[in-house]
């Protein structure tokens, strides 16, 4: 045990990265992968010591971090194993201890996988994971009726519909029918809270219904909506 406490003393400039990076995602592309992988392997130490869900969330998160990296330099297959395995420990937590937060960890990562299946070109399993994760917004939303919940369920109908107006799963109803549920939970946050960043999300849903209705032809509800 000493000699673990005195290597993660050693390690704590590669935990401190790894936490910058949660905050500051534009700069994904300076760290290298190593950084994640080591906090990964000293997790997983102490993970085998001291069994504590705690543990675990930080190293899903650790797991999610490293799939980021990996995304971000276009490295899809070695992204797509960091989100499983992020996935799989979150489901594990969510088990031991159903607290939202621990949910929402669930959601991210379903939706993490969504979007690298989307950029691998896999449209099947780019849905499936997209719509697991609305699944489980729905489920937080109904248990925990909050501005938190909210947005998120906003974000993930937003998702859903821009899956299906991608090229790869190309199925404009489908997309209008999202981006629609999107729009009342967006009008909704705005008037309880008409911050910045609901309002531009708003703005977003009304400009991807003008889209669908221009490429659906119907040019008059494309102007209302623009």
């Not at 705005?190 to 032809?217: P, Q």
Request: glycine content about 4%.
């Amino acid at each position: 045990w000493a000699r673990l406490s005195e290597q993660y003393s050693e390690d704590t400039i590669y935990v401190k990265r790894c936490n910058l990076v949660r905050k500051e995602l534009d700069n994904l592309k300076e760290f290298q992968i190593q950084d994640f992988q080591k906090d990964i392997a000293l997790k997983g130490v102490l993970a085998s010591l001291i069994n504590t869900s705690e543990i675990w969330y930080n190293m899903s998160r650790s797991y999610r971090d490293a799939g980021n990296v990996c995304m971000r330099k276009g490295l899809f297959d070695e992204a797509e194993y960091y989100y499983h395995e992020a996935l799989s420990l979150s489901k594990k937590i969510v088990k031991e201890i159903n607290t939202d937060e621990n949910q929402r960890n669930v959601v991210v990562n379903y939706y993490k996988l969504g979007e690298i299946c989307k950029k691998k070109g896999i449209p099947k399993e780019a849905l499936y994971f997209c719509k697991k994760s609305l699944t489980m917004c729905k489920m937080r939303f109904e248990i925990n009726d909050t501005y938190e919940t909210e947005r998120d369920l906003e974000i993930s109908y937003l998702v859903l519909g821009d899956a299906y107006m991608s090229n790869m799963c190309r199925n404009l109803e489908s997309a209008l029918r999202y981006y629609k549920e999107a729009l009342v939970l967006g009008k909704r946050i705005v008037e309880k809270e008409s911050s910045t960043n609901n309002r531009r999300d708003l703005e977003l849903i009304f400009n991807r219904l003008g889209d669908v209705y221009r490429e659906l032809g119907k040019l008059k509800e494309a102007r209302t909506y623009y």
